[in-house]
């Protein structure tokens, strides 16, 4: 069975410009959350999509967004990108979002020059 | 747990020691618990789970205790070997409006096994 798979592995933009990254989850799960990793923040929550539809959101700025489909698979933005944005953006599948094991993937590394 | 930043608690043990990881969590409601292990340039690996209404779960060479009233989850692992080297977080499932996943991170420990 494949795990999640993020798309691209590595990303180099510019100040100002925006990115979108792709998740596929697990085959048969429907959520996927999305999380940022920086080494002085930790794992923070950006949002979670069940059946296409938001259910939560983290505390972001309304630069970041997403989507999902409806196959599952789920794409992330970020618009005007600032210095700040450089993380590790992490994607997790479950099968139902509640109270269910959430398995990563490897992650989209995105820097920002 | 509280995240520390770039300074992650390090926790040394000698192979074939059994290792204990320790996290305190924040939310006295949280009712699902996560323990992660995430190598370097990987994302994280889920572990174990728990839920509210256990204290204890054991898995392959790996236990988790919970303690509701102290708000305190750790992780053993006997044996520790070489391949257990590596960041492990602890996280919590806060329910948001009774739905979904939106799990909280604890700030990580990083294990390092010495041969």
């Known amino acids: 069975k494949a795990g999640v798979t993020q798309t691209p592995r590595y990303l180099i933009k510019t100040r100002g410009q925006q990115v979108t990254l792709s998740c596929s989850p697990i085959?048969?799960?429907?959520?996927v959350s999305w999380y940022q990793q920086t080494p002085g923040q930790g794992l923070q929550f950006l949002f979670e999509?069940?059946?296409?539809?938001?259910?939560n959101k983290g505390n972001f700025p309304g630069r970041f967004s997403g989507r999902q489909f409806s196959n599952s698979r789920s794409e992330m933005n970020v618009s005007t990108l600032e210095l700040g944005d450089s993380a590790l953006y992490l994607c997790?599948?479950?099968?139902?979002?509640?109270?269910?094991?959430?398995?990563f993937g490897q992650g989209t590394r995105l820097t920002v020059v | 747990g509280e995240s520390v930043g770039l300074h992650l608690p390090t926790l040394s043990v000698q192979e074939g020691d059994n290792s204990i990881i320790n996290c305190a969590y924040s939310?006295?409601?949280?009712?699902?618990f996560i323990w992660y292990k995430q190598e370097s340039g990987k994302g994280p690996q889920f572990i174990i789970d728990?839920?509210?209404?256990?204290d204890k779960r054991q898995g392959q060479r790996v236990t988790v205790l919970l303690n509701k009233t102290v708000k305190h989850l750790s992780l053993q692992i006997a044996a520790t070997q070489p391949g257990d080297s590596a960041v492990y977080f602890c996280?919590?499932?806060?329910?948001?409006?009774?739905?979904?996943?939106?799990?909280?991170f604890g700030g990580g420990t990083r294990l390092m096994v010495k041969p």
């Open positions: 997790a599948s479950s099968r139902q979002g509640m109270n269910t094991e959430a398995f």
């Open positions: 085959s048969g799960h429907r959520s």
């Open positions: 999509y069940f059946s296409e539809t938001q259910r």
């Open positions: 939310n006295s409601a949280s009712d699902y």
């Open positions: 728990i839920r509210s209404n256990m």
């Open positions: 996280a919590e499932n806060i329910l948001f409006n009774n739905a979904g996943n939106m799990l909280t």
